[in-house]
Nanobody, 118 residues
Framework: QVQVVESGGGLVQPGGSLRLSCAVSGIIFSMYRMEWYRQAPGKQRELVATISSGGSTDFADFVKGRFTITRDNVKNTVYLQMNSLEPEDTAVYYC????????????WGQGTQVTVSS
């Protein structure tokens, strides 16, 4: 079975940095676009960043210049490096494996909590 497991969340002060990891197993990871979403209480889940199977990246406007998404196809892991964190970045961050290109639905992890506070 496919497993998507996020880690690396925690408490960080404003202006600080954090790196999230998403480990994938049970599927050929290198074939798929990977996505990071986040969801704050009372808000819709929003797309943060994507990275294609070939390494092309895209970012939401609210994280451009602050966040970086990378992938390691040997370790089957995607990362989200978050710098200059703000309280507004507080949310549960989810990793998703995009299968829509192949006619399937995404696989999702359980999420990891990021809290930005003094």
């Amino acid at each position: 079975q496919v497993q998507v497991v996020e880690s690396g969340g925690g408490l960080v002060q404003p202006g600080g940095s954090l790196r999230l990891s998403c480990a994938v197993s049970g599927i050929i990871f290198s074939m798929y676009r990977m996505e990071w979403y986040r969801q704050a209480p009372g808000k819709q889940r929003e797309l943060v960043a994507t990275i294609s199977s070939g390494g092309s990246t895209d970012f939401a406007d609210f994280v451009k210049g602050r966040f970086t998404i990378t992938r390691d196809n040997v370790k089957n892991t995607v990362y989200l490096q978050m710098n200059s964190l703000e309280p507004e970045d507080t949310a549960v961050y989810y990793c998703s494996l995009d299968r829509t290109r192949f006619g399937g639905r995404n696989y999702w992890g359980q999420g990891t909590q990021v809290t930005v506070s003094s």
